[in-house]
């Protein structure tokens, strides 16, 4: 059994993935990081350039859409280390189309990836962290779930579920040592908003209060705020990490 608490992060070898494996590798955890099976080559560059800059992280595939695969990847995970402590549902994509051009496939895939996946992972660590009388979930969300964003419905909406997941399942946990919390992170630098088309990105950047994107390492940041042991009083709680873009 590891000593160290579990992590893991879905959707660990992306932009904000990365920084978020880095963060909590470097506050003392044990730190998996999750992609799917389709990425096991880059998963495995991925972790050497890791272990080239210090971080001793696990890489595991697991197709997070899927609710079987999921629960094979967690009772990997959990047969060899112990309890997950600490889950970050970071998994995400986008198939941005206007509403018009929007083709059930579209619709579906950012659902299942965005959405089902919390319902797929969390499930299957839930009962670990009951057993252990502690955890931390935390889903990161967008500023787009909050505000919505033209071209974005299929987004918009597995991203504002996301929160919904989190206040409820925040309920659950508030007695059994268990918080429950989202990140909103606005945008940040990442292969994500660099897809987007350059004057579609650079006119919404012109809309941010603080004038840039966010860097990965500042949403880090705010996990790792939201995992440590003495902010155990915050939970259900949506923490906004967007430069100013939304505020309510
Ligand atoms: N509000 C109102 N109207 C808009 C608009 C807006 N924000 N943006 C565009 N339009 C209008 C255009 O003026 C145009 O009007 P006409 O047809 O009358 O000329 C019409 O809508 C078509 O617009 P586009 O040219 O943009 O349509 P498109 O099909 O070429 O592009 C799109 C559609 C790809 C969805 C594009 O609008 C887009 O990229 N939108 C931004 C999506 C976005 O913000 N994605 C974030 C990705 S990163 C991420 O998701 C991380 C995170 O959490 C923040």
Not at 87 to 104: M, S, W
Not at 151 to 161: H, S
Not at 211 to 227: D, Q, Y
Request: net charge negative; hydrophobic share 40%.
């Amino acid at each position: 059994m590891t000593t160290a608490r579990v992590a893991l992060v879905t959707g660990g070898i992306g932009g904000i993935g990365t920084a978020i494996c880095q963060r909590l590798a470097r506050d003392g955890f044990r730190v998996f990081a999750n992609h799917h099976p389709s990425e096991q080559e880059a998963a495995e560059a991925w972790k050497n350039d890791q272990a080239g800059l210090g971080f001793d992280i696990d890489t595991i595939a697991g197709d997070v859409s899927s609710f079987e695969d999921s629960k094979r990847m967690i009772d990997d995970i959990q047969g060899q280390h112990g309890a997950v402590a600490v889950l970050v549902n970071c998994a995400g994509i986008t198939r941005d189309k206007t509403f018009k051009k929007l083709d059930e496939d579209a619709w579906r895939a950012v659902i299942d990836v965005n959405l089902n996946s919390v319902y797929n992972v969390t499930r299957n660590v839930w009962e670990g962290m009951l057993a252990a009388g502690f955890g931390r979930v935390i889903n990161i969300s967008s500023v787009n779930g909050q505000r919505g964003q033209f071209g974005q419905t299929n987004y918009a909406t597995a991203k504002a579920g996301m929160h919904g997941f989190t206040m409820s399942l925040a309920q659950e946990g508030a007695a059994k040592g268990i918080t429950v919390n989202t990140v909103s992170p606005g945008y940040v630098e990442t292969a994500m908003t660099l897809a987007m088309r350059d004057d579609v990105r650079e006119a919404i950047v012109a809309g941010v209060p603080m004038r840039r994107m966010g860097k990965p390492e500042e949403i880090a940041s705010a996990v790792a705020f939201l995992v440590a042991d003495e902010n155990g009083y915050v939970t259900g709680a949506n923490l906004p990490v967007n430069g100013g873009l939304f505020m309510h």
